[in-house]
């Protein structure tokens, strides 16, 4: 049996732990003839000629963000034949899977949440009978009986953490020379916080598991001898729940000699920061870390019940800084009760805090959240959420109220993000480099025309960081 999982192009670049977990579970327990990834996230080229490649594998499944699933769909056309076998997986399916399966019957099945069993478990079952597998007992499937779509619920972690054999990403198409630049690695899974706002706890639990400091030393002197990378990235939401096991993953980095920077790019939480970690976290290697800070305004912040207070995020931003660690914002745009003004409260909060830059992202209301529910009452949709995710220059308004109109979240997004530096916000991929800059500058003179030095300096001062930081990463 060939298998292969194909990673649409998403937002961005960067290789899927995910896949690359599946890969390495499949190869330690599946007899497969062929393990193969198809990253389209990574490789853009000759796109046809792997198109039909994948067309012969016998399992075809396809990690699906809500922001791919349209590309997935595309490609799944282009690849279905009537002897292989569609799998959906990823973070759009376990939030919607029976809904995903109803309206595309081109794939036959899905998988919810984490996939590693889930996916074992029905290969063997497709194994033995292909026409009729025997799905009774596999957690976390999607599929259909008869005319109706079942899910046998959330997908169940077969294996402690420690215990699961490391990301493979020799399999991914995209892997040129042997080489990762930027590792991404996972120390951790799930979430036990609420925010109103968030699907991470639907997505991977609402538990929150930790793999130990030796593990995740171990993978990282293994992986660099695979991959060859000086850097790595730690994918994890809650990276320092547990202080006391980041400053010990600290220490090991800083006793084994561990010469590698790093950074906390999908965010981490103020409340669990202090001064004593973030030395040890800049001693270790760690030169940047992201803040989900939501919004500067102390009443909306207080009502997605992140569990946090303004006050810890003024604490923690101080405490990066003094020990040297960039700090970069991530605010949300339509959060409830919020309008312009609050928007506009919320740069200054931003521009006051100094950090190197931050993302004022549209709102997207995922079902199952809190949010979900709010705005089912209180807003008027004008999309649907799945097709609410802006990438490039074409912002998105999934709904909008009587208090924060669609035109005034359109220019919210233009305006907080030329503010705080946030000029990727302004680019498309599709575009090339001069189309991209000329329209930076459109948007900066149309919304901060005032601004137009600070934004020449702010260029210039990145720019050079930038290069000082590659130029001494390379003698040393």
Not at 220 to 236: M, P, R
Not at 317 to 333: E, P, R, T
Request: hydrophobic content about 40%; glycine content about 8%; some cysteine.
């Amino acid at each position: 049996m060939r298998v292969c999982i194909v990673d649409p192009k998403g937002i961005h670049m960067g290789f899927n732990t995910g896949i690359g977990y599946l890969v390495a579970y499949l190869r330690s327990n599946f007899d497969a003839s062929e393990v193969k990834v198809f990253d389209f996230n990574n490789n853009g080229r000759d796109i046809d000629e792997r198109l039909r490649e994948i067309s012969g594998f016998d399992i075809i499944g396809f990690s699906m963000k809500s922001f791919t699933r349209e590309s997935a769909l595309k490609m799944a056309r282009k690849v279905k034949t009537d002897k292989n076998i569609l799998i959906a997986g990823g973070p759009h399916i376990t939030l919607d899977g029976v809904n995903f399966l109803k309206d595309n019957p081109i794939f036959d099945y899905g998988v919810s949440g984490e996939g590693e069993l889930t996916l074992h478990k029905l290969l063997l079952a497709i194994k033995a009978n292909k026409e009729n597998p025997d799905l009774a007992g596999i957690k976390g499937l999607v599929y259909r009986l008869s005319a109706d779509v079942i899910s046998t619920g959330k997908s169940e972690r077969g294996q402690a953490l420690d215990t699961l054999p490391y990301p493979d990403y020799t399999a991914f198409d995209s892997l040129e020379d042997g080489r990762i630049l930027n590792y991404p690695l996972v120390t951790s899974r799930g979430c036990p916080y609420l925010c109103t706002y968030c699907c991470v706890k639907d997505v991977m639990g609402k538990q929150w598991f930790a793999r130990s400091v030796e593990d995740i030393i171990t993978e990282l002197i293994q992986a660099k001898k695979t991959y060859g990378f000086e850097s790595f990235n730690i994918q994890d939401d809650n990276f320092s729940l547990d202080v006391k096991r980041a400053k010990a993953f600290c220490d090991a980095m800083i006793e084994r000699g561990l010469d590698m920077t790093w950074s906390c790019p999908n965010g981490i939480r103020a409340d669990k920061l202090d001064d004593e970690l973030m030395a040890k976290m800049h001693t270790a290697g760690c030169f940047a870390v992201a803040m989900g800070i939501e919004s500067g305004v102390e009443g909306e912040f207080n009502a997605i019940k992140k569990g946090e207070k303004l006050s810890d995020i003024v604490t923690a931003v101080k405490l990066a800084k003094k020990n040297n660690i960039w700090v970069f914002g991530n605010f949300i745009i339509g959060l409830p009760h919020s309008n312009l003004k609050s928007i506009y409260a919320s740069v200054k909060f931003a521009k006051e805090l100094k950090l190197e830059s931050c993302i004022f992202n549209l709102i997207v209301p995922f079902p199952g959240t809190e949010l979900w529910g709010w705005a089912n009452e209180n807003g008027r949709f004008l999309m649907d959420w799945k097709d609410g995710f802006t990438q490039g220059k074409s912002p998105k308004i999934v709904f909008e109220t009587d208090e924060f109109s669609r035109a005034d979240r359109i220019k919210a997004y233009w305006k907080a993000n030329i503010k705080c530096n946030n000029y990727f916000a302004c680019m498309d991929e599709h575009d090339s480099l001069a189309s991209n800059i000329i329209n930076v500058w459109k948007k900066i003179l149309r919304y901060d025309p005032w601004g137009t030095p600070v934004h020449l300096l702010w260029c210039l001062k990145h720019f050079t960081r930038i290069i000082t930081r590659i130029k001494s990463s390379k003698n040393a």
